[in-house]
């Protein structure tokens, strides 16, 4: 079936993004101009605008399957970040790319950071083809971090997990941003953590069912 993807993001932001309280000008622009479907197989590219999360990888060394966003959520938890021109962002779970493409237009630099190589080497390569010059991708476990590139101004972790690690939240600068998805399913919450004179809180900001990012389980300990 051929499509005319153009078309489809238009239809994407105007009945999807729209639709749920996004009026970030910049962001919309850069779901208007980012080709989602670069980001998922050449057999899924007639799915890519449909307001589901997509599977783009089985999971690497017995961890869980990894999935693009969907749309709604995604711009909803971006808008949340309050990304600025000049802002450096931590990108936690970059999976093939798609949201430091939307990044990469809305913030001086981006930290794609991703655990499994292979969607790291695609993310790598698609961005690259984009020319999205102002994102580095880099390979390594997503509750750790980047610290060898902290602080940033801003980081979004792509999928829920059970708790933000202290880990992420020390690579905070000053007045920065940290915007999560705690707890799974439909008990999932979307967080907004602030630091402020060195000390990081945060607040409930919405209800937000997304898929999980491997490696934030909860150590649970032996009680006796």
Known sequence: MSADFSERRVKMVDGQVRTTDVTSAPLIDAMLSVPRESFVGAGQRDLAYIDEDIRISSGANGS???????????????????????????DVGCGTGYSAALLSRLARSVIALES????????????????????????????????????????FVGGSVEEVPAALLDQLAEEGRLVAVEGQGNSG????????????????????????????????????
């Open 64 to 90: 869980g399957a990894r999935y693009l966003m969907e749309p709604s959520p995604l711009a909803k938890l971006l808008q949340l970040a309050e990304i600025g021109a000049g802002d450096s962002v931590l």
């Open 116 to 155: 499994d190589s292979a969607l790291a080497e695609i993310a790598g390569s698609t961005l690259s083809s984009l020319a999205c010059d102002n994102v580095t991708v880099v390979t390594g476990p997503l509750a750790q971090g980047h610290a060898a590139k902290a602080p940033y101004n801003a980081i």
């Open 189 to 224: 919450v979307a967080r907004l953590f602030f630091k402020a004179g060195g000390v990081v809180t945060g607040r409930r900001a919405f209800n937000a069912a997304i898929k999980p990012l491997p490696g934030f389980e909860r150590t649970h300990a032996f009680e006796f």
